[in-house]
Every structure is written in structure tokens, then in C-alpha cells.
């Protein structure tokens, strides 16, 4: 699902994305000059590697995301919101994506590995 930039408005427009049983859900608005407020939640269930045993495991996603877009390159600091620069159009299915990296590439360990350390 893609939606070009110049046809996000200030009143909130809703999506869902779904990749590999995630969903993406939310709504994305204009704020100001070039930028939109992306709110949504990341939700599913998502097969991990544990960083400890090397084992699959399967986790629950529940996962709030609030990104700044940016149609061009961003010329500023925020300290409320990540910021994503796109050029002229937001996809959704490259942004689901890349949230589903982004919590692969973190540190995971599963419940036998974590009841392990505890002991």
C-alpha cells in the first residue's frame, strides 16, 4: 500500500499492512510543512532466533510506533519522534518491513534460555 505525499491531509487517514502474520495498523497526518505523524501498532506473531542457543522461538508482537515522515531530507532534530525520510511516497509494505527488522536485529533470548540465567 503506498499513499503519495501530497495526499496526506490533516484529518487522519487509516491503514493496515499485514507481512508474514504482523499487522501494521494505524493513521497517518499532515502536521506541518513536509511532515506527517505516523501512529500505529505492530501486532502478530513473529519467529525469532534466540542469541543464546540459537533455537527458533515464536513471540507475540505488541508494539506502539509514532514516526515523524519526512518528504525529503529532514533538516531539524526531534526528540519526541524517530524520524523517516521519503521521497515523495510512504510505502507501507517497506515500512513494515522494516519494523519487523528492527525487532529481529535486537537481543532475544528464549524462555528455557532466560529460566537458565535466572538460576
Given at each position: 500500500m503506498n499513499i503519495p505525499f501530497r495526499r496526506i491531509t490533516p484529518t487522519p487517514t487509516e491503514f493496515n499492512v499485514n507481512f508474514?502474520?504482523?499487522?501494521?495498523?494505524?493513521?497517518?497526518?499532515?502536521?506541518?510543512?513536509?511532515?506527517?505523524?505516523l501512529k500505529a501498532e505492530l501486532n502478530g506473531e513473529l519467529t525469532l532466533t534466540c542469541d543464546i542457543c540459537a533455537e527458533d522461538f515464536a513471540t507475540m508482537l505488541h508494539e506502539k510506533i509514532e514516526l515523524l515522515i519526512s518528504n525529503?531530507?529532514?533538516k531539524g532534530f526531534n526528540e519526541t519522534y524517530d524520524v523517516v525520510e521519503i521521497d515523495e511516497v510512504l510505502d507501507f509494505n517497506e515500512?513494515?518491513?522494516?519494523?519487523?527488522?528492527?525487532v529481529k536485529n535486537d537481543y532475544h533470548s528464549c524462555n528455557d534460555c532466560k529460566n537458565n540465567e535466572r538460576n
Open positions: 508474514e502474520g504482523v499487522t501494521l495498523k494505524g493513521e497517518v497526518f499532515f502536521t506541518e510543512r513536509n511532515l506527517a505523524l525529503g531530507v529532514y515500512l513494515i518491513h522494516s519494523e519487523i527488522e528492527l
